[in-house]
């Protein structure tokens, strides 16, 4: 399996921790996450098709679709249109739980272990994910996206990179991790 390439993860966060969100940012993202969810699969099936497209290489992590070639075909597949609910059902956790660190980190922590352990999913791939999420936010959404709600959410998002990093280091992840198994993300597992 290829790791995500330098190329694929421009967006680094510069903090060493996270930063904490102000009231204000938090209350900017619970109420546009509001008018989000309400298209949850949609949105979701979106921002994979989004990441695929800004790393090809990502499509190969999931067993189930990543042979289907035809872009109409991929958008209906059952398992993908799973797999964006999964990961919006992840994000409302995270929005839900804004308020509550332990909480978040909770979340956080479970789907890092996921994709660490049972699919050896390099944490880089976290950070293309969260562009993605950002790019269509944007532009599904850009009377709702103004330059203070993109910005709340650049901020959650790399506090999200730097908790699932930190979670990746906790497990003792390197790079031979990855590089020693076999692709198999499936994604009926629950991942």
Request: charged residues 25%; negative net charge; aromatic residues 6%.
């Amino acid at each position: 399996m290829e790791r995500a390439s330098e190329e694929e993860v421009e967006v680094e966060a510069e903090a060493e921790a996270p930063v904490p969100l102000s009231d204000g940012e938090r209350l900017i993202i619970q109420d546009t996450w509001a008018k989000v969810y309400l298209n949850s699969e949609d949105v979701g099936v979106a921002i994979l098709l989004r990441l695929f497209s800004n790393s090809p290489s990502s499509k190969r992590l999931f067993s189930q679709f990543r042979d289907v070639e035809d872009p109409l075909e991929l958008e209906r597949s059952t398992q993908l249109r799973q797999h964006a609910l999964m990961v919006m059902k992840a994000i409302n956790t995270v929005v839900e739980n804004i308020h509550n660190d332990d909480k978040m980190a909770s979340v956080l922590k479970s789907v890092s272990k996921v994709h660490a352990i049972r699919h050896r999913v390099d944490p880089g791939y976290f950070k293309i994910l969260c562009v993605a999420i950002l790019e269509v936010l944007g532009e599904t959404y850009p009377e709702v996206v103004t330059a203070e709600v993109a910005a709340a959410w650049t901020k959650l998002l790399a506090n999200v990179c730097l908790m699932v990093a930190a979670v990746y280091e906790e497990l003792g992840w390197t790079s031979e991790n990855q590089d020693h198994h076999q692709d198999h993300h499936d994604t009926s597992s629950g991942s």
